[in-house]
């Protein structure tokens, strides 16, 4: 049982690496572009799951997502999420960037 765990593990952490991440969220770039909102969101978000996963909150690529999705919120006239959204960017970029970039 616990060489199966090993092996599941391995598994699923192939399948949140950072390359995937970096493919969901190209393929939410041409769905944005397409209008396709809501496939746009579905791509983004599995792309955040995964970075959040590997590079955790506090990272630049994490951000990028998070403003994407604030994107399409904004698009979708969702103007609360959108500001979460934007907000978590900002923050993200003040803890990493500092305030003066």
Known sequence: LQMYEKVL???LAM???YDSATTYANMGNVYLHK????KALEMYKYALHIFLATLREKHPDTA???RN???IYNR???YDNALQMYDKVLQI???TLG???
């Open 64 to 66: 990028t997502i998070y």
């Open 76 to 78: 979708k006239g969702d």
């Open 15 to 17: 399948k949140l690496h």
């Open 69 to 71: 999705l604030g994107h």
């Open 99 to 101: 305030e003066q970039h």
């Open 35 to 38: 209008g396709a909102h809501n």
């Open 9 to 11: 593990e391995i598994r």
């Open 93 to 95: 970029r003040l803890a």
